[in-house]
């Protein structure tokens, strides 16, 4: 059992930046591959990053490729998301979730475990 809870989020300018923290309690923390999702009002969780076990390879959705990376700290228990060059449309309830598979896994049923989310605005 993994419990994630995410911090960070909250109201950016366009164009700032903003850097989100997934906090993991339980054990065998880095035996979880980890992930960023967002929901927008509306829509559908979509998946934004991917980091693997050990951090060594790590995966984005298209539309955040080159502004946001995401990385952890396994002595830490703790998934980072830096974001910059923040546009209106990354707003969003910004969740992390952890995988226990390998593999590259962007849909959020492969995913076992959610935290709560962190609200993320951009908005001048």
Do not use: H
């Amino acid at each position: 059992q993994v419990q994630l809870v995410e911090s960070g989020g909250g109201l950016v300018q366009p164009g700032g930046s903003l850097r989100l923290s997934c906090a993991a309690s339980g054990r065998s923390f880095s035996s979880y591959a980890m992930g960023w999702f967002r929901q927008a009002p509306g829509k559908e969780r979509t998946f934004v990053a991917r980091i693997s076990r050990t951090g060594g390879s790590t995966y984005y959705a298209d539309s955040v490729t080159g502004r946001f990376t995401i990385s952890r700290d396994n002595a830490k228990n703790t998934v980072y998301l830096q974001m910059n060059s923040l546009k209106p449309e990354d707003t969003a309830v910004y969740y992390c979730a952890a995988d226990r598979t390998i593999g590259v896994a962007t849909t959020a049923d492969k995913y076992d475990y959610w935290g709560r989310g962190t609200q993320v605005t951009v908005s001048s």
